[in-house]
């Protein structure tokens, strides 16, 4: 079964703390993978993409990897602002049909504190 | 910023009432998706669409209906609403590239009394 599991559920830190999202997957064929930023209230956004070849994205100070030997990815965010505070998700694709369909974790809920 | 978008954004309406939720993208995607959500779970994709005339049920069973009689416009319709569509409905869009990325609209927050 095709399945995007994150971890922590909810994270809490402190304005100008880095931290990093964790992403485990179970989808295959795999395409790619992506990390999306959710506001409250509003449509996921893209952050980055990354596909079987490649090991690591940057985006500011978003920095995401991936390992598909071990099928996992993690999202590092350094220098964390107030504007971080949001629900990030990691979705993946896969190869297997033209819709290009998306498997969506349930998304890591960050708070910056000030 | 994506061109897509979602009109209305927040919709509170009783029991029985049709409702029409619309979504259009001005980037000429022949893909378009509705997906639904509740409060910290994953996004779920209810129904989908290649193209013109063509719409597809997703992954999770949904009283509601799609048309896409323009390419630009893909909306979703609940004939007789129930709390249990109570939940944000989001519209993306595709363009097909080989990464498939998907655009997402703002979402409506439906609730039903």
């Known amino acids: 079964k095709n399945q995007v599991e994150q971890s922590p559920q909810s994270l809490i830190i402190l304005e100008g703390k880095n931290c990093t999202l964790q992403?485990?997957?179970?989808?295959?064929?795999?395409?790619?993978l992506r990390w999306y930023k959710q506001d409250t209230g509003r449509g996921p956004v893209s952050l980055t993409i990354?596909?079987?070849?490649?090991n690591t994205k940057s985006n500011g100070r978003y920095t995401a990897t991936l390992d598909a030997d071990t099928k996992q990815s993690s999202l590092h965010i350094t220098a964390s602002q107030l504007s971080d505070s949001a629900s990030y998700i990691c979705?993946?694709?896969?190869?297997?049909?033209?819709?290009?369909?998306?498997?969506f974790g349930r998304g890591t809920q960050l708070t910056v504190w000030p | 910023e994506a061109d897509i978008y979602q009109t209305p954004r927040y919709l509170v309406i009783g029991t029985g009432k049709k409702i029409t939720l619309e979504c259009s993208q001005t980037?000429?995607?022949?893909?378009m998706y509705w997906y639904q959500q509740d409060p910290g779970m994953e996004l779920h994709l209810i129904h989908y669409?290649?193209?013109?005339?063509?719409?597809e049920k997703g992954d999770l069973s949904s009283e509601s209906t799609v048309s896409r009689i323009r390419t630009e416009h893909f909306p979703l319709t609940l004939e007789s609403a129930r709390p249990s569509h109570t939940s944000q409905y989001l519209c993306a869009s595709s363009g097909g590239d080989s990464t498939y990325e998907q655009y997402f609209g703002p979402g409506t927050r439906l609730t039903v009394t």
């Open positions: 669409s290649y193209g013109v005339n063509s719409t």
């Open positions: 990354m596909t079987f070849s490649e």
């Open positions: 979705v993946v694709s896969d190869r297997g049909s033209t819709l290009g369909r998306l498997y």
């Open positions: 992403c485990n997957y179970t989808v295959s064929p795999f395409s790619n």
């Open positions: 980037m000429g995607h022949d893909k």
